[in-house]
């Protein structure tokens, strides 16, 4: 198989490895095109039953930030609220996002701990507002991500039959059915030999 152009190759890889090989250099913040989300689906027993991920496209607003829309956000929601028969409703949104300062990478590397500065990166987000996301440091675009939870939602409603059927004039009665039913005699006191009362 020929390749004709360049145009056919992707090397996307090329350049990325390139600034691995030369991260001690390359310290500083860039906007990210796209960011992976994951749609966390949890069942009635709160156990996760399945992870989906799929990339979406952000837009670049400004030498800082890039955004996901509120608008754009809702429709993705929407989109995920339903798999297969099974119908979920929205538990939380969180994002994950490294925007830390290239001086202070260095530290970040040679820490083995946990500290509460490390809480920054994670986020609970509102589905009102648009998603913003700070530019970062390039090898930190692969994990930041946006985490969308989804609770299954129990269906309570029960549907129960009515005893009585109440008729409201539109309707027509129900037909009567075929089988044949017993008739039940009731003999009164003995009167006169003339007729048998019946009832």
Not at 68 to 83: A, P, V
């Amino acid at each position: 198989m020929s390749i004709d152009s360049d145009d056919d190759l992707d090397l996307s890889w090329l350049d990325k490895h390139e600034k691995m090989a030369n991260v001690d250099h390359n310290y500083f913040k860039e906007p990210m095109n796209r960011i992976k989300i994951h749609f966390v689906y949890i069942n009635v027993n709160d156990y996760i039953d399945k992870i989906v991920s799929e990339y979406q496209e952000l837009q670049e607003c400004s030498e800082n930030y890039s955004k996901i829309s509120n608008d754009r956000l809702l429709r993705i929601i929407q989109s995920h609220k339903t798999r297969g028969d099974i119908k979920y409703q929205l538990l939380d949104i969180l994002l994950f996002n490294v925007d830390i300062d290239p001086e202070n990478i260095n530290i970040l590397v040679n820490r083995t701990d946990l500290i509460e500065e490390d809480s920054n990166f994670i986020k609970t987000l509102s589905p009102t507002q648009d998603i913003i996301l700070p530019h970062s440091i390039f090898v930190f675009h692969d994990i930041n991500a946006i985490y969308l939870l989804f609770q299954e939602v129990i269906n309570i409603e029960k549907t129960y039959k009515p005893i009585l059927k109440i008729l409201d004039g539109s309707e027509t009665p129900p037909q009567r059915s075929m089988k044949k039913t017993k008739k039940v005699t009731i003999n009164t006191p003995r009167l006169p030999r003339t007729k048998k009362r019946q009832v």
